[in-house]
């Protein structure tokens, strides 16, 4: 089969990796379609690190021999495609974009992970049931099958001790806890290794200046690592870390469903605007995160997050049992294997309409 995927964004990547890698072990033609509208030196960069055969052709996706195209977003391309359609979510949380709802009018398959986000989708939509496939987490993949000889290199790479406990600290762009954390942060867990993984935009946009130089003030502490723009990829990260610490990234629940410790800041560094019309920053914040918030420590100061963070390091286990069912309900089973369920559900597709001759 000829099976391409459509990168808009350097994060997609995580999540069509571990997809593309089983159809290519299983003999299939795989290939990357990248976006050249933003991020596509860094998606390149990707690529080639990862051996990928890929192209900025978008032309590609309108092939009349392609048979499967995965997407992570809704797309105006979808009416002129020919090939299988396939929809995942980029990211696990509990906020339906109405992007997403109408997109199923236009896919043959959506990917659901858990029990929530398929109910969720069967109550609005109950005619389109036999589109909606439950399988998992495809990004949990590579975090179950992950080799405790990967593990030893990223010690290695960034000269982190083995022997002390890892936190990573990976806030969004905006709105962002970065700028309320002391200067100091590092030395109250001397430790630790601490693992700072800022959003790509971080990087990339001037506006956000003042965060990395809040960044530069920590790399001056030898337990802190502040991670390049070229680790695009959280999922290592996500492997070797014992608590997260965020804000309104949905990594943390991606974090919380290992059944790891997050805490999460609720205090935010805003742009004068948001201060003025606060209805700004309800509109930018996923309230219905709220119902799944138990499973965090949600620190409202940066003295709680010290206090969580420490309470974390030594109880880690507090809120195990909420952790765990929130993981069934938000990403279903993580086994290691929902790219190979993700397979079985396509070929049964193709299989039963006809539409590929090379199964």
């Known amino acids: 089969m000829q099976i391409l995927f459509y990168v808009a964004y350097p994060y997609y990547y995580p999540h069509f990796l571990p997809i593309g890698n089983y159809f290519s ?4 033609d ?28 978008l032309e590609n996706l309108l092939k009349k021999d392609i048979d499967v195209v995965f997407f992570a977003n809704n797309s105006e391309l979808f009416s002129k495609i020919t090939a299988l359609k396939v929809l995942l979510e980029h990211g696990i949380g509990t906020k339906f974009l109405e992007s997403f709802y109408s997109a199923i009018k236009n896919i043959d398959i959506y990917l ?4 929530y986000q398929y109910k969720k989708m069967l109550e609005r939509y109950p005619q389109y049931q036999s589109k909606l496939t439950p399988v998992g987490f ?11 000889s990967e593990k030893e290199i990223l010690f290695q790479k960034y000269n982190l001790d083995k022997n002390k406990k890892t936190i990573l600290y990976a806030p969004t762009f905006f709105p962002s806890s970065i700028e309320k954390m002391k200067d100091d942060f590092p030395a109250e867990f001397l430790d630790c290794n601490i693992l700072i993984k800022p959003h790509y935009l971080t990087y990339e946009r001037k506006k956000y200046k003042n965060q990395l130089k809040k960044f530069s003030k920590w790399q001056k502490y030898e337990n802190c690592i502040l991670l390049p723009l070229d680790e695009y990829n959280l999922v290592p990260f996500l492997a070797i870390s014992d608590i997260m610490i965020s804000d309104e990234s949905s990594a943390m629940f991606e974090f919380a469903a290992l059944n790891k410790p997050v805490i999460s800041n609720q205090y935010f560094k805003l742009r004068w605007s948001y201060y003025l019309m606060p209805w700004k920053l309800s509109k930018r914040i996923d309230k219905s995160k709220d119902f799944y918030r138990n499973i965090l420590d949600n620190a409202y100061n940066y003295t709680e997050t010290i206090f969580y963070t420490k309470e974390a390091l030594t109880n880690p286990k507090k809120l195990e049992s909420k ?12 086994d290691g294997k929902v790219s190979e369920r993700i397979y079985n559900a396509i070929t049964k597709k193709l299989s039963s309409e006809g539409l590929s001759n090379e199964l």
Do not use: P, W
């Open 138 to 148: 495809s990004k949990f993949d590579e975090i179950i099958n992950f080799q405790e």
């Open 25 to 28: 072990k299983m003999g299939h």
């Open 323 to 334: 952790r765990l069912k929130f993981s069934q309900d938000l990403c279903g089973e993580i």
């Open 30 to 57: 795989v290939k990357y379609i990248l976006s050249k509208k933003q991020n596509s030196k860094n998606m390149q960069t990707i690529a080639e690190k990862n051996s990928l055969n890929y192209s900025f052709d």
């Open 112 to 115: 659901i992970e858990g029990n």
